[in-house]
């Protein structure tokens, strides 16, 4: 896989991660979008392409959410594209974004992505109920804790894996959140405020979960000559991966996601990474659920399987002391989740770790390569990115 | 860019109901076909796009449903909310980025599920401003229709042959679902729907699905198969908003075209495109669009129609395989069924329908009310 020509980020923008925001989704949408155009410098007039990732319609209530927000996003008289997979949207829209640019077809795309979860009243989880197969699943009344407590089972029974083994990723995720300005729910924790957390389907505790979120986050995208023009700090985007497992995920062992190790590959493979534990110095997995970050990092194949609780343990992830920063931006635990924004926000963190801006949040050593991940679906989905600075 | 080809299309034939298939189904059958015309291992494609809309299918981020009618779990795939052409587009790029050498397009219909279509509908509109009006989507295209015709003068006869013509073509199509011969009486006779729609002249709904396989250039001639060349591709949104968009012109079309026409290298459409298959949901959006893609100046399509310039045996065929009026209106679908039959055109194997002398041909679809997408591909042979 040689890409016909290369891709950079050079803006990004987010907007407050909140519980209910007063805004419309397309205010959401435009304040993202504007941030980041004016980081980058360029105006609207400049941007060929808009990519546009959020999941399901049903949050906004919404027929064609991606038409309903095509003008806030920008994308007004251009072309104008909405992308989705699930939970993993928020990673793939900048790849369908790098797609637009490293064709040749487009010279610049901005990618903005919205949730606002809060309009789906009393709870969005009712939402989720369709999401599942409409014969076999649906009437059972499954809701999101209760399948991936299922699967946070499975991956404790087959590694002998404790819950405190993995309540640690709360604590340290939801610590990083405090140094971001976005951030809707961040606070310092302990241990044992995680363990003591009511139970809302076994093994998963009420602050192993992240929350509910209204908010959006955009980057803006150009070619290689278009970037060099712009800016002295281009983000390139070395590797994209995406990949996507069966619907019937009943027949899946849940201990460990194959579908990410498959997307991670194929994003080393186009970066040229041939030993990712050395080579990449951030890691942003999807943590929607603690032991989410653990999975996933044993798919992005930076820790063995079943041994990323030990790495965690040692304090192989700590932002300041780790050599394996993960998620410095605090993550969906601690800045929120709202879906596609929530992915979006990782690639966004990248950006700014990479060319030094994420103040605080700053990972020490001058990091130069970094990866970020998303997940969704029915536990189905991986959507990988790996940018890189000079 | 690298040069991108369709080397294989499968369908099913579109119908009102599809009784007893689910779309999984439905959508195995056309890709098993589609396979077999390129001559693929299905083991060697590589990446997948489905074009789909969560409310049309009744499951929240239906994309999860996506892969395994088609082979492809545990493989690069995504879904778009767009119309079928612009999986075309989505497909041609990732080829072109050098990333996948062969890439599959699917899109399906299965309207006949939706119980209410207007209530599906008015979610589309803005939920805060033009919803609690009450005006059904439908009306916006009746409101776009008066305003055409008034500014263009187009007739009731001219429209009359629009329907005449497609469902007419749709009469040698095998997978149309509504062919019909169609007198002026009928039209005539037909029930005003919104003023001034008659019923004849909106495109009904049918269940279906088309499949493409694309790939590289070096794959396409290796292969052995008839390579048919996407030479360009556009699209476009104007705006959601009902209070800013500009209700005469189509300028997601034009726009659309634009960029097709700038990659493929046309300088005059009217003479460089020997075929062409553009929407038609509502009889006067084929005068419309036609005029916004260039093809006729504004105000003539209307006179070139009744003058029989679009008809089969025409100078401008629009339509041969009977588009939404006589195909049905097939949601993301569309757009897969015109690039269908512009395929099997430029192959010269559409039998009865050949059009002769075709060497590249133009699909256009629109996403339909309440929006101000479309989306422009150009095939060449």
Redesign the interface.
Known sequence: MKPYRKVAIVGAGITKFVHKAKETPKELAWAASKMALDSSGLKLSEIDAVVHGTAPDAFDGVHMKGEYLAEASGGWNKPYLRCYVGGGTGVFAPIEGWLHIASGAFDTCLVVCEEKMSNCQPHPQAAFLTIFDNFLERPLKPNLLWIFALEMNRYMSTYGLKIEDIAPVSVKNKNNAMDHPSAQAAERLTLRDVLNSEVMAWPVHRLMVSSTTDGAAAVILASEEKARSMTDKPVWIEGVGWNLDTAYWTNRDLCYPEYVEKAARMAYEMAGIKEPRKEIHIAEPYDPFAYKELHHLEGLLLCDKGKAPEDLALGRFDREKGNLPVCPSGGLLGVGNPISAAGMMKVCELFWQLRGEAGRRQVPGNPKKAVAQAWGDLMQVGTVLVCGVN | ??KVAIIGIGAVKAGATSKELSYKEMTYAAAKLAYHDAGVDPSKLQS?VTLA???NE????F??????QLG???????????DGL?GV??A???I????FDIVVVEAHSKASNIKNKAC??A??L???WVRPLGIPAQALAALEAAYYIRETGASGEALYEIVRKNKGNARLNPFAAYPKNTTFKDYQRSPSRYTPLRDIEIARHADGVCVLVLACENYAKSNGSVPIWVEG?????????VE?RNWTQA?YAS??AK?AYR?AGVSDPRLDIHIFEVDDTYAFKELQHLEALGIFEKGDAWKKTLEGETSPKGAKPVNVSGGCLGLGETLETKGLYQIYELVTQLRVKAGKRQVANARRGLAFAW?GV??T?GACVILGN
């Not at chain 2, 492809?72 to 767009?82: D, E, F, I, W």
């Not at chain 2, 072109?96 to 990333?99: D, E, H, Q």
């Not at chain 2, 591709?233 to 908003?241: D, L, N, P, R």
């Open positions: 860019m690298r997948f809309e969560d409310m009744g499951t929240s981020i994309d999860e449903y996506t892969p395994d492809a779990a545990q493989k690069p795939m995504h879904t778009l909310c767009h612009v587009a989505d041609a790029m990732q072109a980025s050098g990333l599906v509908e979610y589309a803005d939920p805060n591709f556009g699209w476009a949104t104007e705006t959601s908003s800013s300028a726009i659309s960029r990659m996403r309440p929006t997408s």
